[in-house]
């Protein structure tokens, strides 16, 4: 994202917020700046909190979990939710947005044909009188590249864990055979 279309999606963030009559504070302010610089890149709410913590050390954590949603619920972004409190936040181009992930490298996919899955998923809602929201879906999955990287038994997601990392779950044991240990 350039400077412009950075600045503009302030802009338009603080003028959806006027519009709605909510204060306009210098926090806000702040968390979109922020926030307009990470969109389409992965993020958690602990990088966002940090790097608005250097221009206000005032603010604090559930502000920032407070304005992503504020932010999502007014249909500003569409949040991505993807591993491990891991998310990215992209501009809503139409009112559905699906895509798949990798979840061992982390890798975006978008699966295209959008309007069609669009006018499918409101005609299922129309049909339980249900308006669909703005929202942006991530299908997790393994890219080609990281299902030949983990042929190798030593490598399995079940070991590494998302994006590569160490698996979280101490209790998780894997069945190599013999009796399950």
């Known amino acids: 994202m350039d400077e412009q279309q950075h600045d503009a999606a302030v802009a338009g963030f603080l003028e959806k917020l006027k519009g709605r009559g909510l204060r306009l504070t210098a926090?806000?302010?702040v968390l979109f700046r922020i926030i307009a610089e990470?969109?389409?890149i992965p993020?958690?709410?602990q990088d966002i909190w940090g790097k608005t913590r250097a221009l206000d050390p005032s603010i604090g954590i559930a502000t920032v979990y407070r304005t992503v949603n504020?932010?999502?619920e007014m249909g500003?972004?569409?949040v991505i939710y993807l591993n491990e409190g891991q998310f990215r936040l992209e501009m809503p181009e139409q009112k559905l947005h699906i895509s798949a992930f990798c979840r061992h490298c982390g890798s975006l996919f978008p699966l295209g044909g959008e309007q069609e899955k669009q006018e499918t998923l409101e005609q299922w809602m129309v049909e339980t009188g249900v308006e669909l929201l703005p929202q942006s879906i991530a299908i997790a999955g393994l890219c080609e590249k990281c299902r030949e990287d983990l042929k190798d038994e030593n490598?399995?997601?079940a070991d590494q864990g998302p994006f590569g990392r160490p698996g979280h779950c101490p209790r998780r044991r894997r069945f190599r055979g013999g009796t399950p240990g």
Request: aromatic share 0%; charged share 10%.
């Open 70 to 72: 504020l932010l999502a």
């Open 155 to 157: 490598a399995s997601p």
């Open 38 to 40: 990470n969109l389409g």
């Open 27 to 29: 926090q806000r302010e």
């Open 43 to 45: 993020s958690t709410v």
């Open 76 to 78: 500003m972004v569409n």
